[in-house]
Structure formats: C-alpha cells, structure tokens
C-alpha cells in the first residue's frame, strides 16, 4: 500500500471541485435545444441579442464551464503523467 503524495491530494481536490462545479454550471444553464431542425439546419438564430452574446449570463455560465473543463481535463492528464512516470 503506497501513502499519496501531496501533488495527487491537491489534484484530487482540484478535480473534485472543479467537477462539482461543471455539474453544477450545467444544471443552471438554460436549455437551447430546437430539436432536429437546429441539428440539420445548425440551429441559426439572427435576433438583437445573438449580437450581445457576449455580454449575457448563459455565455458567462458556457465560458465557466469551458474553463472548468480544461482545468479537469489538464489536471487529469498530468496526475496520470506524474503517476506513470
């Protein structure tokens, strides 16, 4: 039986948390689904807002959930680097 080293605790926590956190950030994202018209036809919106994308909260809520899957995914390729080593 091997002890952890503090690199594997602290990215367990990273990876614990940083899963809670895209569980989480799914769940309070709105729902945008159009059905099989918006798969085939790329689901095209032009409407004032598509403009201010940008600026509004389900974007804030996509790009904290991209960010936090890069970090779950980073911190899981260099846990299994160090481990393999």
Do not use: P, W
Request: hydrophobic share 45%; net charge positive.
């Amino acid at each position: 039986m091997t002890s952890m080293t503090k690199v594997e605790i602290i990215s367990g926590i990273l990876l614990l948390i940083s899963s809670i956190l895209i569980i989480l950030v799914v769940l309070v994202q709105n729902n945008k689904d159009q059905g099989m018209t918006s798969a085939i036809g790329g689901g095209q919106n032009d409407s004032f807002y598509s403009g201010n994308m940008g600026n509004t909260r389900d974007a804030k809520l996509s790009k904290l959930t991209r960010v936090c899957t890069v970090i779950f995914f980073v911190v899981t390729l260099v846990v299994n680097f160090i481990t393999y080593r």
